[in-house]
């Protein structure tokens, strides 16, 4: 029998807005995104949820609910880099895990008990780093297929569980509102509605066929949904198979880096990309460079390693590399260094010196720095 987990982060954004800024916390906060249709709510805090605020909501509807909150632009890279360290703690469990956006993930630890102990101890043990770690809280579903813990994560408490029991599917989801299957938008939740049909027991007892006449394919998955089935695997889709970092040179207010400064950002990015490898336990043997010039055209290369490394030398080595060969005096707008050809494993060659040694020691120092005290606290230097 599988052993499925959702894993969702409640309010994630506006949980990490406020550990950045403590003078939030405890405020109604809300995170929101602007699109060419209008400006809409992408997070908001237990507060803000309290007096009304949704996801998906205008901001100037959240607004008329919560007249008080903080309203803060999303700032995509914090949250994504906070949700890179969650699925590095989840990956550590099992390597089937499918991140469904930054804030949720689905994570199989079906035969992972005798390594990590039952399906519950890891959840909690996964819950408790992710709060001491990342400092944001978290709710999970446990069942035996996707669907059914994707729902009950949602229904669980803060840092709680639900498990669903395989012989207790139809009675979890009786009664449940139809609006927490997959497909079930605004417009089908109304067509149902007319129907009669308001929660998922009373749409388990309409036959499929009459379901497929009046919603088509959408009536099959309905009927399949409403009985808890659900065949879909969860995919190893993380790690990713590139690991990425861009430096924009604060292009919206027309700075730009010139030529002579260009390796000073470039190792430091260099040294980012090495702690990210150092922390999953990969190696590159491909590094690859994207400059963009001001008045010149863009310029895109790679470069394949002497062999895979996680070495912010070795790393850094190769891009200058590039660097140098495609600069030409021009200032850059922007630069992104990509490396692939990931592979699991961190094999390396002790040194007489100790100076590996040293360099893995120097890495456990400063991402327990970072961690507690943000990614920028403290950086290495570059000598030429």
């Not at 005798?114 to 709710?139: C, D, P, T, Y």
Request: hydrophobic letters at 40%; one cysteine or more; proline letters at 4%.
């Amino acid at each position: 029998m599988r052993s499925i987990m959702h894993f969702y982060l409640r309010s994630f954004y506006a949980s990490l807005e406020q550990l950045k800024d403590p003078q939030l916390e405890g405020k109604p906060v809300v995170i929101t995104h602007k699109s060419r249709s209008g400006e809409f709510v992408v997070s908001a805090s237990r507060e803000a949820i309290a007096q009304g605020v949704s996801e998906s909501m205008s901001a100037r509807h959240a607004s008329r609910y919560c007249p008080a909150a903080v309203f803060l632009p999303a700032r995509w890279k914090m949250y994504r880099e906070a949700s890179n360290r969650v699925m590095d703690i989840l990956s550590k469990f099992s390597p089937l895990l499918e991140p469904d956006s930054f804030d949720k993930a689905y994570i199989d630890v079906t035969g992972c008990h005798m390594i990590f102990g039952s399906a519950k101890e890891i959840l909690k043990e996964a819950q408790l780093r992710i709060k001491n770690e990342v400092g944001v809280a978290s709710s999970v579903g446990i069942a035996q297929n996707k669907l059914l813990a994707s729902i009950a994560s949602r229904l669980a408490s803060e840092d709680g569980y639900i498990e669903v029991k395989p012989d207790s599917n139809n009675e979890f989801l009786r009664p449940l509102s139809v609006r927490h299957l997959w497909g079930v938008s605004e417009k089908i939740e109304k067509r149902l509605l007319a129907l009669g049909v308001r929660t998922i027991g009373e749409l388990a007892l309409i036959p499929e066929d009459l379901l497929i006449r009046q919603f088509g394919i959408l009536g099959s998955k309905l009927y399949r949904l409403s009985h808890g089935i659900d065949y879909s695997p969860v995919m190893p889709l993380y790690p990713p198979a590139l690991i990425e970092i861009e430096h924009m040179f604060d292009y919206a207010t027309g700075t730009i880096c010139e030529p002579e400064f260009a390796e000073v950002y470039l190792f430091r990015m260099c040294d980012c990309l090495a702690m990210k490898l150092w922390k999953r336990n990969v190696q590159a043997s491909v590094v690859s460079i994207k400059l963009e010039f001001e008045g010149a055209p863009t310029i895109s290369s790679s470069y394949t390693l002497k062999a895979s490394t996680s070495s912010t030398k070795a790393i850094y080595s190769g891009a200058r590399r590039i660097l140098r060969s495609e600069m030409h005096g021009a200032p850059l707008k922007s630069m992104k260094l990509t490396l692939s050809g990931l592979r699991l494993g961190s094999e390396i060659q002790l040194s007489f010196s100790g100076d590996t040694e040293r360099r893995m020691k120097l890495n456990a120092v400063v991402e327990t720095i970072r961690s507690r005290f943000g990614e920028h606290a403290i950086v290495c230097g570059c000598i030429a």
